[in-house]
């Protein structure tokens, strides 16, 4: 069983490298497609992250008041999220 895996192991390497130009090709013709998608669509990105970002400081300032945490500490995290 184990023989059978290496050799079809063995043989998925070596067709991938006789076919290696053309998985190559086809692979940087979806990173054109992704790219090219990124750089029309750049600012509903960024107002995403802006968005997620704002999300996770909310969350932390929530969670930080849920538990209890010092108020020195909860004072560097406030300052810390409006930075």
């Known amino acids: 069983m184990l ?3 290496i ?3 063995g043989v998925l390497i070596t067709i ?3 076919f290696l130009k053309e998985i190559l090709s086809a692979f940087n013709t979806r990173l054109e ?3 090219s998608f990124l750089h029309q669509n750049g600012g ?6 802006i968005f ?5 400081q909310l969350l932390l300032l929530l969670l930080v008041s849920y538990f209890e945490v010092d ?3 909860q004072l560097l995290i406030g300052i810390f999220d409006l930075i």
């Open 52 to 56: 997620l970002f704002f999300v996770e």
């Open 3 to 5: 023989l059978l895996l």
């Open 33 to 35: 497609s992704l790219r």
């Open 16 to 18: 991938s490298f006789i």
């Open 71 to 73: 108020s020195k500490v």
């Open 7 to 9: 050799l079809l192991l």
């Open 44 to 49: 509903v990105f960024t107002l995403l992250f």
